[in-house]
């Protein structure tokens, strides 16, 4: 592997499926990925900010991926009563904002708050997509509420999320998740393999 300046991209949204489902082999990437890398996420914004229910034709199609990741990725655990006991919303900025409140009070904190709301969402059938339920959470990991609370608010979070969804655009992505590795000036798109991060590694290690 060259020695350039590496760093791999990962393109995601706290509220993305298939997200849920590539974690355990991100955190495999992770692990087993050279020192030189630096892992940097940017967050994509699948779902713009809106208070309208979601149409029950989407909230089918996106129980319908849920059954889909549970056959293509064995092991990946779905709350389906979130379908009965939440409004949905197609709304995944509340819960980009989250993370991005986060990193501005305890950026070592952001690996938790992004693990609160995946869970909160896939099995503990909580809507993230409700600020409420992201204050809740802010909480739960050990975060100043009062201070949270502002942050998400502002201008300044914000503007940080539309900053990261342009860099995800820049990098020519457009689904979620997505993996960039950038060396020197070189930008690659790598496959991801949902259920063994040999194949990951071996790209890298090719470039």
Known sequence: MKDKTQILYYIHDPMCSWCWGFRPVLEQLKQALPGSIEVR???GGLAPDTDLPMPQA???TIRETWERIQHEIPG???NYDFWTKCSPRRSTYPACRAIIACRMQQLETEQAMLLAIQRAYYLDA???SEVEVLIQLAAEVGLDVEMFKHDLKSDA???ALESEILLARSLDVHSF???VLLQGATESGIY???N???????QIVDR
Do not use: A, G, K, W
Request: aromatic share 10%.
């Open 196 to 202: 063994s991060s040999d194949i990951i590694i071996q």
């Open 76 to 78: 990946t655990e779905f």
């Open 41 to 43: 996420y940017v967050l």
């Open 58 to 60: 989407m909230q089918n």
């Open 192 to 194: 991801i393999d949902y």
């Open 126 to 128: 909580r809507n993230p």
């Open 157 to 159: 979070c914000r503007d």
């Open 177 to 179: 998740p997505s993996l």
